[in-house]
């Protein structure tokens, strides 16, 4: 099944904080696993992806960590500025074959300065 | 030198009408998408074209029909629009059609249904 659980909804913190957001999947052969801001009345932009072999990415101020067991992957902003406010989708691939991402809800992070 | 360009931005009309949203990215790529964020920011897939053949089909009503003359282009038009249509409309591409391409949305296009 297309199932994708993102947590949590919204996540307001203090600037200088830690932010951490948690995606559930159901696709027990899903291989790809991005994640995606969206700033208020732009596109969605793709921030780190991690593939399966991997369970750690990180650039700059951000990382993603993979748990395949669990099917959960989490991301993580450090040092977090105003300029990272805005809704963070996770979109894990759908393996069918083709490059389906199914979107999580959306996390709606606010930083407070 | 937008990468993925759609248009119009904005797009007001009444119900009953057919309307198209043009879409071209410039980045040699050979899958475009076309995904629907509703009001409350659910980002779902409708369709994804490689090449000009279909390869996406969601469950979309048929009002809903893909075009794609070539692997550059690909425009969605709507007949007989109705108030749930409302929606933000982004086009997007990537370099194949294989997992694991890095999805690439353009500006989206605002659909307001009255």
């Known amino acids: 099944g297309e199932n994708v659980e993102q947590h949590p909804s919204t996540l307001s913190v203090q600037e200088g904080d830690s932010a951490v957001i948690k995606c559930t999947y159901s696709?027990?052969?899903?291989?790809?696993f991005p994640w995606y801001k969206q700033e208020l009345g732009k596109r969605p932009q793709l921030i780190i992806d991690?593939?399966?072999?991997?369970g750690e990415k990180k650039d700059q101020r951000i990382a993603v960590t993979l748990n395949k067991t669990a099917k959960h992957f989490s991301l993580h902003i450090t040092e977090t500025q105003p300029e990272d406010s805005a809704v963070y989708f996770c979109?894990?691939?759908?393996?069918?074959?083709?490059?389906?991402?199914?979107f999580g809800a959306g996390t709606r992070l606010a930083v407070h300065p | 030198d937008t990468a993925v360009s759609q248009t119009p931005k904005y797009l007001v009309t009444q119900m009953g009408n057919d309307k198209s949203i043009k879409c071209e990215q410039n980045?040699?790529?050979?899958?475009m998408y076309w995904y629907k964020q509703d009001s409350k920011k659910f980002l779902k897939i409708m369709f994804s074209?490689?090449?000009?053949?279909?390869?996406i089909n969601e469950t979309v009503p048929n009002r809903f029909s893909p075009k794609s003359p070539d692997k550059a282009h690909l425009n969605l038009h709507i007949n007989s629009l109705e108030l749930g249509d409302s929606a933000v409309y982004f086009c997007?591409?990537?370099?194949?059609?294989?997992?694991?391409?890095?999805?690439?949305f353009g500006e989206g296009s605002w659909l307001t249904v009255v």
């Open positions: 997007a591409s990537s370099q194949g059609r294989g997992s694991g391409n890095t999805i690439y």
């Open positions: 991690i593939r399966s072999n991997v």
């Open positions: 074209y490689n090449n000009k053949e279909l390869i």
């Open positions: 980045l040699g790529h050979d899958t």
């Open positions: 979109a894990p691939n759908f393996s069918g074959g083709y490059n389906k991402l199914i």
């Open positions: 696709d027990s052969a899903s291989n790809y």
